[in-house]
């Protein structure tokens, strides 16, 4: 592990580098954020200038996606479930063991953080929940505009009718190894529809756009065959400890069905917030929003001051 101001280099499972970003005082309740499929932690900038004031707060680069380079692996393909372990660069045992690694270096012996998981970010919290690491240092956490299986069955991306056309179809788009080139007039209208609420504020559409047209096309498609094949369940099963659950009701990537089905499968749901009209960005769309959730849930886990005491 290597350091800089505010920054760590953070190794691994199979030695692949992730970058982390720490914000805030030091001895302040801690909050973890898992960024989702095609973001970076620029999409937490939000909830980081809000929280670091009365907390600490990690933020790191999921693999292949902001300063986190690609793991070198080929993708496993969609007919073998990226779940079993074997450490495949692109796997959901490797955002659980990229997580259990931030943990392990930034989170002192028996300090516990309120962890956020946005989107493929929510997924790595369910993969890791049966880990020892996340168990010992979780103490709550936020499922954001997430599922844990069913993904190109659900999504709305695609405008018709349920059912193997749609979901073929939807498969295709999401999986696309195109490039998604520069941002315009005409990709941001596109990202709007597919990944945000109708009434988006411009700016918040653009910061979206300027955030996923960053990633790398190889990243993109690599995690995209990952996703295709997510199974989840057992995961979503096994966090036994308090979560609380939030949506956008215009969500096309992960409806709100997902997350009704989360809320009641969980041991320990502490809420679902449905918020309406918001789409699939929700840290972005809705900041306010998201950062009341987390601070809820350092107030209630960790013993966090309202921000007016803090």
Do not use: N
């Not at 079993?84 to 392990?104: I, Q």
């Not at 990202?191 to 960053?214: F, N, Q």
């Not at 069905?257 to 009209?277: D, I, K, P, Q």
């Amino acid at each position: 592990m290597t350091r800089t101001a505010g920054e760590l280099t953070v190794t691994s499972a199979d030695g692949s580098a992730i970058h982390v970003e720490v914000y805030g005082p030091e001895g302040a309740p801690a909050v973890v954020l898992a960024h989702g499929w095609t973001c970076s932690a620029r999409f937490w900038d939000a909830q980081i200038r809000d929280l670091a004031a009365d907390h600490r707060v990690i933020a790191y680069d999921q693999r292949g996606h902001g300063g986190s380079p690609a793991p070198t692996p080929a993708p496993a393909p969609v007919s073998a479930p990226a779940v079993d372990g074997t450490g495949r660069g692109y796997s959901t045992e490797a955002l659980a063991d990229d997580l259990e690694a931030v943990l392990a270096a930034t989170l002192g012996p028996g300090e516990r953080a309120v962890i956020a998981g946005h989107s493929m970010g929510g997924m790595t919290i369910m993969a890791a929940s049966r880990r020892a690491v996340f168990r010992q240092h979780a103490a709550a956490a936020l499922l954001c505009s997430t599922g844990p299986s069913r993904l190109t069955e659900e999504a709305t991306v695609v405008p018709m009718a349920p059912g193997r056309l749609r979901t073929r179809l939807t498969a295709a788009v999401l999986g696309s190894k195109l490039p998604l080139g520069p941002v315009t007039a005409v990709s941001k209208k596109i990202l709007r529809y597919a990944t945000m609420g109708p009434g988006s504020a411009a700016e918040r559409v653009d910061v979206c756009a300027r955030i996923v047209h960053a990633c790398p096309r190889g990243a993109r498609y690599g995690w995209s065959q990952v996703l295709a094949a997510l199974d989840l369940e057992v995961g979503l099963r096994e966090l036994r400890l308090p979560v609380a659950v939030l949506v956008g009701t215009a969500d096309r990537l992960t409806p709100a069905r997902h997350s009704r089905v989360m809320a009641g499968a969980l041991s320990h749901c502490t809420g679902l917030v449905e918020l309406a009209g918001m789409g699939h960005m929700t840290p972005v769309e809705a900041p306010e929003a998201v950062t009341a959730q987390i601070r809820e849930l350092t107030m209630t886990y960790l013993g966090a001051k309202k921000e007016a005491e803090a």
